[in-house]
């Protein structure tokens, strides 16, 4: 039996903007809750760094905000965290954690022609964790990694506005699509979106992808795991419930442009 507050508090964490977009699905899922978003800005990008590195630096950190803020659940909206750090959390700490992983399972499982290609962070795609969910469900599909160094930096700079040009989103993305010379029916058809940042530029991916694409986001499959593991409570959580912290302390612009995120809240 899991006691919680009314409203209960879920707390969302990313190194940055990404996890909005799993923020996005949890609101829609839980809007009965206070919604807390963590965005570890001061530590941005976790991609390229060292598996001691992460751990040394999120556990801590979770300690803290979970001291400072009591949530009732954590959603680890990040590939490249949760990939590796699930299992020290869930020592450290008694709240519930929802991790996000590749979804490779289900991608492998909708293939037709059984290629999927995993887009994530260098980190993620190195993960053992990530090579064991392509052991066990790859379902005789052909995976293929591709690390990307860039695409969530320039999600963030999309996302606050900047430019980003369709050559240098290209570049990160064209690995992902193998077999342009063969049969259309043995090319890639299937994409996992591997970090929560790419489906910030969804649309963008949409127009730039060489052809047609099932894209697979996590998003909706982690809003439903919430929702299983935090009783509902009745009522709407007011314009309070929506709070964002972002570690840098960094004043910030976003507010407004945010705000879908937060299912039409003004995040505090
Ligand atoms: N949003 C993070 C993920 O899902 C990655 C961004 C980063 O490199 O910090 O993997």
Request: hydrophobic letters at 45%.
């Amino acid at each position: 039996m899991v006691f919680v507050k009314i409203p209960p508090t879920i707390l969302v964490f990313d190194t940055g903007l990404g996890g909005l977009t799993v923020l996005r699905e949890v609101v829609r899922a839980r809007d009965d809750a206070r919604h807390l978003y963590v965005a570890d800005d001061a530590f941005f990008p976790y991609g390229p760094r060292g598996e001691e590195e992460v751990i040394a630096r999120l556990v801590p950190l979770m300690g803290e905000l979970i001291a400072a803020h009591h949530p009732d659940l954590v959603v680890i909206a990040c590939n490249t965290a949760s990939t590796l750090v699930m299992p020290h959390l869930r020592e450290c700490y008694s709240v519930p954690f929802v991790g996000t992983v590749p979804a490779i399972k289900p991608a492998c499982a909708a293939s037709k022609t059984k290629r999927v290609s995993v887009l994530g962070t260098k980190g993620t795609v190195a993960r053992e964790y990530t090579k064991a969910l392509i052991r066990d469900f790859a379902r005789g599909c052909e995976v293929t990694l591709v690390g990307s160094a860039e695409l969530a930096t320039l999600a963030e700079t999309a996302l606050r506005g900047g430019v980003v040009s369709d050559e240098a989103i290209l570049a990160e993305l064209e690995p992902c699509f193998v077999g342009a010379g063969e049969d259309i029916a043995k090319r890639t058809d299937t994409i996992v979106l591997a970090c929560t940042h790419y489906p910030l530029l969804l649309d963008r991916l949409n127009q730039l992808a060489p052809w047609p694409v099932n894209w697979i986001d996590p998003a909706p499959a982690i809003a439903r795991r919430v929702m299983n593991l935090l009783p509902e409570t009745r009522g709407k959580a007011d314009e309070a419930g929506a709070h964002m912290i972002f570690t840098s302390g960094r004043p910030h612009r976003l507010s407004e442009a945010l705000m879908p995120f937060f299912g039409g809240r003004m995040p505090a």
